[in-house]
């Protein structure tokens, strides 16, 4: 079975563990998989949990602070706009912690998008639009975004600024 | 003069200047109401003049400049002036990102910001 689940059963855990041709096999220090409502208080605890874990690694706050944005803004657009905010849908949130590397993926139950058709929020015609900033700011404040062919899954990464340390 | 929830506003002479009373502006309904009293400021009590101190915020997001632009709007409508101040560089580079640094008129500080009206 694939995820997301086709019913509105309970997923198989073992359904959607994260598989090793998504995640490099590079040794990491933590890992999660969350799957969670389409509630924005649900998509924070989870993005403290990944957090908490940044800080308990010693990363700067600046670092911290782009991966907050880059997941609330992606967290966002898959509980509202993938998932429509449908109680009923889910979101799976799957993490890995390296030693200089964070890796997340974020998957909705939506239809999905292209983001090459996403306009430029830049745009002198588009600058005084309210919506439409967030995936260039996960762009800007992540090393590297990814979506799927679909448009339902994000793949996030963050190389640590500053030392690697030897321990 | 209305009471806001997630905002304390300071008045200095004619400016009314406004700090957030949330750490984080993020979207959730609190937004919504953040949104609103911003909104009231110019439309219900008329005022012209604003400072935004971000002094004590540490994390906005998408949905928070959505809300700023809005209400740069509605400032504009009423002939009034939005200025910014005490941006923590994270925030600030936000704003450089988007481009918004350029639509809104961002001041070091608030000594600066109420100089500049």
Not at chain 1, 112 to 137: K, N, S
Request: with cysteine; hydrophobic share 40%; charged share 30%.
């Amino acid at each position: 079975m694939r995820w997301p689940p086709s019913d509105r059963g309970t997923p198989d855990p073992a359904s959607h563990q994260v598989k090793p041709t998504s995640m490099s096999e590079e040794p990491w220090i933590w890992q999660c998989e969350r799957v969670i409502p389409s509630r924005a208080e649900e998509g924070r605890r989870v993005q403290e949990e990944i957090l908490h874990k940044l800080q308990q690694q010693n990363w700067l706050e600046r670092d911290v602070f782009g991966v907050r944005l880059a997941l609330e803004e992606a967290l966002v657009n898959a509980i509202k706009h993938g998932n429509a905010c449908d109680p009923s849908k889910q979101v799976r949130i799957a993490c890995r912690l390296f030693r200089n590397r964070l890796r997340i993926e974020i998957t909705d139950q939506g239809r999905g998008f292209d983001p090459a058709h996403v306009p430029d929020p830049t745009d002198p015609q588009r600058i005084a639009c309210p919506c439409g900033r967030g995936i260039m700011l996960m762009r800007n404040f992540m090393s590297r975004v990814e979506f799927n062919e679909l448009g339902n899954q994000v793949a996030m990464e963050k190389t640590r600024a500053g030392k690697t340390w030897a321990t | 003069m209305t009471a806001y929830r997630h905002l304390a506003i300071n008045e200095v002479d004619d400016v009314a200047v406004v700090h957030f009373r949330n750490r984080r502006i993020v979207e959730d309904l609190n937004i919504q109401e953040l949104g609103q009293e911003l909104f009231q400021l110019v439309e219900t009590d008329q005022r012209k003049k604003l400072v935004l101190n971000f002094s004590s915020v540490d994390f906005l997001s998408s949905a928070a400049l959505g809300k700023l632009i809005t209400l740069d709007k509605k400032v504009k409508a009423h002939s009034g002036a939005l200025k910014l101040c005490c941006i923590r560089s994270e925030i600030f580079e936000v704003f450089k990102i988007t481009k918004l640094d350029r639509l809104f008129d961002i001041r070091k500080d608030e000594a600066d910001a109420l100089a500049a009206f």
